[in-house]
T-cell receptor
Framework: AQSVTQLDSQVPVFEEAPVELRCNYS??????LFWYVQYPNQGLQLLLK??????LVKGINGFEAEFNKSQTSFHLRKPSVHISDTAEYFC??????????????????FGKGTTLSVSS | NAGVTQTPKFRVLKTGQSMTLLCAQD?????MYWYRQDPGMGLRLIHY???????AKGEVPDGYNVSRLKKQNFLLGLESAAPSQTSVYFC??????????????FGEGSRLTVL
């Protein structure tokens, strides 16, 4: 089974400051990793994903994340945030389809979310 | 492009009433899921389906039933609603095994209040 821990429930920052949202995961098999964003009163939108290959992945809206297998982390970063980045961010993990895990492991497991509040 | 569509978007129920949430996807996805979102809890998986006619329990299945009679539809039922089921419900879908990149596509959510 997989699990995800988002280390900060709320992150307040000023506009144009850098930000890092932290995510650690636990799994006995190889995984895919994701960050989703949820703007107020909306559904979830994919920001970026790590499937394989380069450990630094770039997503939409200037966000990037780095997969660190030894630290079992997948932290999300942005060098300069905007007011419009205010939203809730979810880290998620899923067993790889070739991991040998049965189909019960195909669901996406989410962290509890981090609320990013950007102020001027 | 419709993607994943949930109906209704809002509903208020009294304790003990029943209702069904409908999820429809037009992407020919094999897998479909129902999650609930509660403050401070993130998204928790209720039930999921890996194909037409098959369903399975997720993390928090009690009090819910599901059916996947058609590939494009995934229904979530509450037989006897309880205040603890007040939540925002999200349906999602994804490609199946073999073409599975892992990404889920979400609907816009259905806000349910049980009084």
């Amino acid at each position: 089974a997989q699990s995800v821990t988002q280390l900060d429930s709320q992150v307040p920052v000023f506009e144009e400051a850098p930000v890092e949202l932290r995510c650690n995961y636990s799994s006995s098999v190889s995984v895919y990793l994701f960050w989703y964003v949820q703007y107020p009163n909306q559904g979830l939108q994919l920001l970026l994903k790590y499937l394989s290959g380069s450990t630094l992945v770039k997503g939409i809206n200037g966000f990037e994340a780095e997969f660190n297998k030894s630290q079992t982390s997948f932290h999300l970063r942005k060098p300069s945030v905007h007011i419009s980045d205010t939203a809730e961010y979810f880290c998620a993990v899923r067993a790889r389809s070739d991991s040998g895990q049965n189909q019960a492991g195909t669901a996406l497991i989410f962290g509890k979310g981090t609320t990013l509040s950007v102020s001027s | 492009n419709a993607g994943v569509t949930q109906t209704p978007k809002f509903r208020v129920l009294k304790t003990g009433q029943s209702m069904t949430l409908l999820c429809a996807q037009d992407m020919n996805h094999e897998y479909m899921y129902w999650y609930r979102q509660d403050p401070g809890m993130g998204l928790r998986l209720i039930h999921y389906s890996v194909g037409e006619g098959t369903t399975a329990k997720g993390e928090v299945p009690d009090g819910y039933n599901v059916s996947r009679l058609k590939k494009q539809n995934f229904l979530l039922g509450l037989e006897s609603a309880a205040p603890s089921q007040t939540s925002v419900y999200f349906c999602a879908s994804s490609y199946g095994r073999g073409t599975n990149t892992g990404e889920l596509f979400f609907g816009e959510g259905s806000r349910l209040t049980v009084l």
